[in-house]
Structure formats: structure tokens, C-alpha cells
């Protein structure tokens, strides 16, 4: 069983920057795939970014791309997602995952194990 934790989301103004993390319970989340995804009120969950099991492939959702950077630091058990330029619509709690794809995967389908979110508000 793996759990993740996020943290890092808070209140910013648009323009500004967060990092968000996701601390995972056990070493060998190293082998799987993880990836971001997000969900905004009253909208349904979104793809973000993922990232492979070594961090050296990563993919981003075309409307966060250029603003945000995927990473991973396995000897840690944790991953990152690095946000600038935020904008309002980028407002939303934000998930990390993991899934037993190495190369994870833009389904939100395909992954085993979800963190509890952490709340992203973007004012204007």
C-alpha cells in the first residue's frame, strides 16, 4: 500500500508561484510512474503532468504547459510540481498519484494510488 501526502497549495495571486509536494510512505514508489492532476469546483478531475519511474520523461497538460516543471527526487519519495504564471483558472485542489506504469500515464484511470489533495486558490 502506498500513500501520498501533498502540501505546498495555498492562496496566491495571479502571477505568482508554488511548489507543490508529495511525500509518498514507501521506497518503492521509485518504480512507479507518478503524475499531477487536478480538479476545480464543480468540473471533473484533469490531467496536469506526469513524470516516469526514473524522472527523465516527463509530459504536461497543454494548458499548464511552459508554467509548470514535474520532478522527482526517488531517493526522497518525493515529487514535485514547480507552478509559475499562475492564473484564477488554475484555481483547484490539486492531486498527486501513482500508478504501477513506469512511464505513467494521462489517465486518471491507470493509477493505483491517490493523495487527499491539496487546495490551489489563484486570486486575480
Known amino acids: 500500500q502506498v500513500q501520498l501526502v501533498e502540501s505546498g497549495g495555498g492562496l496566491v495571486q495571479a502571477g505568482g508561484s508554488l511548489r507543490l509536494s508529495c511525500a509518498a510512505s514507501v521506497r518503492t514508489v521509485s518504480r512507479y510512474g507518478m503524475g499531477w492532476f487536478r480538479q476545480a469546483p464543480g468540473q471533473g478531475r484533469e490531467f496536469v503532468a506526469r513524470i516516469d519511474s526514473s524522472g527523465g520523461s516527463t509530459r504536461y497538460a497543454d494548458s499548464m504547459k511552459g508554467r509548470i516543471t514535474i520532478s522527482r527526487d526517488n531517493a526522497k519519495n518525493t515529487l514535485y510540481l514547480q507552478m509559475n504564471s499562475l492564473k484564477p483558472e488554475d484555481t483547484a485542489v490539486y492531486y498527486c498519484?501513482?500508478?504501477?506504469?513506469?512511464?505513467?500515464?494521462?489517465?486518471?484511470?491507470?493509477?493505483?494510488?491517490w493523495g487527499q489533495g491539496t487546495r490551489v486558490t489563484v486570486s486575480s
Open positions: 498519484a501513482a500508478t504501477r506504469l513506469s512511464t505513467g500515464t494521462n489517465w486518471s484511470g491507470s493509477y493505483d494510488y
